[in-house]
C-alpha cells in the first residue's frame, strides 16, 4: 500500500482509512498533487484484526481424525532411523505435510481474508458463504457437520474448540484425503468439493497387502490396498472448484473458477503424468527411487516402493513465507524454518514449470527486433489455480555501460507493474491485453486468468465471478481446441495470435534506436497474488482482512523468477 496515498485515523480506538475516490492504491492522483479532486469516498471502517487462531488439538470422531493422530506413527523426527532420504532428509508423510499449503488451508490468512470480504459483501446470507467456503478448505470440519445437518461456520473455524473446529483448522488433513472412496471420480458431481467419504474407517494406501493391526489398534482404522488414491481424480475432487453463480438466493449456474485436473486432462501428461508425480514425488533429490518404511512402528516394517513424498508443492512460495512470519498467530506448532524449507521447494516447483528463450535479435530498420519464447513445461496451465496468480515477462536492453535503453515489465517495491518512471500499469479496474508484439515501455505481455462480474468489469471476489474477462495462461503441451470442456477450460482474449500454441508462446519486442543495445536479458516471473488484490483487501472491513492486510504491508508480494535467458550483441 503506498502511504503517500493512504490517509489513516483513529476514532475510538478504531482505524479509519479513507481514500479518494477514483484513485487505485498506489496510484498518483491526476495532477500528482493538491487541487480540488474528486469527491472523497465515504470512510471505511476498520475493526480490530483477527485474533490469533487456537491451535489445533488432538481429535478423533466416527470418521475422522486430526493430523496428530496419523503423526504416532508416521513422523519420524531426529530419533527415528526410518522415513528419511539417503542424504537424511525427514520425509515422514506427516513431517513434509505440516509444512505445506494443505496443512494451512484453512489457517491460510489470504483466504480467510477473501472469505470474510465475502461474508461483508452477502450479509443475511452468511450460511451460503460459509458452506462454499469451507467445503475444500476445511473439508473434514465441513464434512463432519454436513452429517449433522449443520454447517460450519466461520467463527468456529477461526475460534471455535468443538470437535469440528479442531478437525476444519487441520485443513486438507491425513484422514480426509485417505478416506475419499472410489465413487463418481472424474465425474461432474465429484468437482467442487464432491468427494464421498463412508464410515467403514477404511485408509486407502496403494501398497499391495498392508499390515492392518497396528493402526487399527493405535487410531481405529483399517489400512486398505487401492490404487485411486494415486489418481489425479482423487486430486480433482477439490481442485476443480465450481463456484455458484447466484441471482437472488436462486443458482443459475456455475463459474469455474480453478480446473488444474480439466487443464491436466487436455495434455500429454494424461497419458501417464499424474498429479501426484509431480506433487508427491517418489525421487530424491538425486532422481533415486525412495524405498522406507511407512511408519516407525511397529519396528521391523518392510521398505515399501514407491514412497510419495507429501511434499505438496505448488506455487505460493510467498503465502508459506507470510505463514513462517506469522506463525504463532496461526497455532501451529511449525518452526518457521520448516515452512521456509517448503517455499524454497515452491520456487523450485515454479522454476520446473516454466522456461524462456531469446530466439533472435536483429536489426530491422531503425528497430532491434527481440523474439522470445515462452514455454510451459508444467501438466496444467501456466500459472494454474486461483485467478490472483499471474506471470510475466520482464525484458531489459542494455547498451555498452549497462545503461537501460528499454525495459518492459519492471516492477516496484509492492509487486506492482511499473514503467521507469515508476508509473503504476496495473490497475484492477483495468485488464492488460495481451500481447503479441511490445513496441512501448508501458506495455507488458502478462499470463494471467481475470474474473468478470455480471456487468463484465473485472473482479477479485470469487463469489461475484460468472467468468473470465481474460484467460492467456500458457497452455500445456497436448491442448487440443476440441477437447470435451474447451468451452469451460479455453483461452481468453488471444484471438489473431498465431503464435500462441501448445506449450509455448512467442513474443516479438521492436526497440526503436536499438543500435546501441549491447545485452538483452529476459525474465519470465511469477507471482501468486497481485498487489491490486492485497489493494483491495485493505479496505474491507473485516477482522480477517485487516490481519492479512497487515501481514502483507511486512511482506510484499515481490514476484519469483521461473525462467531466464540472455543474449550479448
Known sequence: MNATNTRYARSAGILLLLWPLGVSCGETPPGGGPGPGPEPEPEVVLPPPLDSLPPVLPTNTDRFATSSQCGQCHFAGPES??????????????YLWRSSMMAFAARDPYYLAVFGEELVKHSGREAFVEETCTRCHAPAGSEEQAQAGAHLTFDALVAGDGEEAHLARDGVTCTLCHQIADDGLGKTQSFGGGFVIGYERKIYGPHLVPKVDPMELIVNYTPTAS????????????HTVLVPVMKGDQRVGD??????YLEWKNSTFASGVPCATCHLPTQDAAKVD????IAKFPAGLGERTPYGQHRFSGGNS???RILADNVEWTGASVAP???EQSAARAEAHIAEGGGVKILSASMVGSALSVEVQVENHAGHKFPTGYPSRRAWLHLRAEGAGGDVLFESGGFDATGALVDRAGARLDRADAVLPHLDLVTKESEVQVYEAVAKDATGAPTHRPLASVGFVKDNRLLPLGWSSADTWIDWIGPVGVSGDGTFQAGFDRVTYKIEGGAAVRRVTVELLYQSVRP?????????????AVRFSGMASARPSIPVVAAQALIEL
Open 318 to 320: 510467498y503465502m508459506l
Open 227 to 238: 490404487t485411486h488414491i494415486t489418481k489425479s481424480e482423487v486430486c480433482a475432487t477439490c
Open 255 to 260: 463459474f469455474l473458477e480453478q480446473a488444474p
Open 532 to 544: 491490486t488484490e492485497l489493494d483491495a483487501l485493505a479496505r474491507v472491513p473485516h477482522p480477517a
Open 290 to 293: 525412495i524405498s522406507s518404511p
Open 337 to 339: 524454518e520448516e515452512l
Open 81 to 94: 532411523a526410518v522415513m528419511h532420504d539417503t542424504a537424511g532428509n525427514d520425509i515422514s508423510p506427516v
